[in-house]
């Protein structure tokens, strides 16, 4: 058998010494430019992402509530961890806080800003969720869990997820805001206000599966 695989790795090291590489093909950039005045935003993934691909944007945002709620059903059964493992020493701490803060600041910098420069609602939610991590690693479960309730974290969730999926179906009827000027922080019509939610919802989502893999597994 390895002499199938010695004569396999020769053949591919002569096929790149003898055959020559296509050229590359060049993107029409015609296309990016009608994708970005149909959207009136800079950034052509995030139109294609919450406007021409709308549609499929508004199930990967259920599939994602979907997957926390299974996270809810599947561990229920289970007993709930004794042993909650976390940082203790102080210089883990001051540097998970500092992480914390800074990657807080961009979620929010991505989520409003994500229709004018590289970024999104879905890395702006990751970034929040990653914030939310590095705190949940530095303290007690008990706080954690007091500041989601506090805050209603899971009614502003779902609060987001279905104010989401109303603004989907209200744009894919036809019905837009104005898109203002190329450039500027408000326009791009409804896509802002989007990014926004999809950010509330994947950070909270997030905060929410932290919670119950602290609670059932002890760590994350």
């Known amino acids: ?5 010695i004569a396999a790795g020769i053949a591919l090291y002569i096929k790149m010494l003898v055959l020559p590489n296509p050229a590359p093909q060049l993107l029409d950039f015609s296309i990016v430019e009608s994708i970005v005045k149909d959207g009136g935003i800079p950034n052509a993934v995030t139109v294609i992402i919450l406007r ?4 499929d944007t508004i199930f990967e945002v259920i599939v994602f509530t979907i997957a926390i709620m299974g996270a809810y059903f599947l561990l229920a059964n289970e007993r709930p961890s004794c042993a909650i493992y976390r940082f203790t020493d102080q210089p883990s701490i001051v540097l998970a806080r500092l992480g914390a803060t800074i990657t807080s600041l961009v979620s929010i910098e991505l989520a409003i800003r994500g229709h004018l420069t590289p970024g999104g609602g879905f890395a702006a939610g990751v970034a929040g969720g990653t914030a939310i991590g590095l705190v949940a690693i530095t303290s007690s479960p008990e706080r954690m869990e007091a500041i989601y309730k506090r805050w209603h974290a899971a009614t502003w969730e779902k609060i987001s997820v ?4 109303i603004l ?3 744009t894919l009827s036809g019905l837009e805001l104005p898109h203002g000027e190329m450039g500027a922080l408000f326009s791009g019509g409804v896509i802002p206000l989007l990014n926004i939610l999809v950010a509330l919802k994947v950070a909270l989502g997030s905060w929410a599966a932290i919670l119950v893999f602290i609670r059932y597994r002890g760590l994350l």
């Open 52 to 55: 021409n691909r709308l549609y």
């Open 162 to 165: 279905l104010v989401f999926i």
């Open 168 to 170: 989907a179906v209200i």
């Open 1 to 5: 058998m390895k002499w199938i695989y």
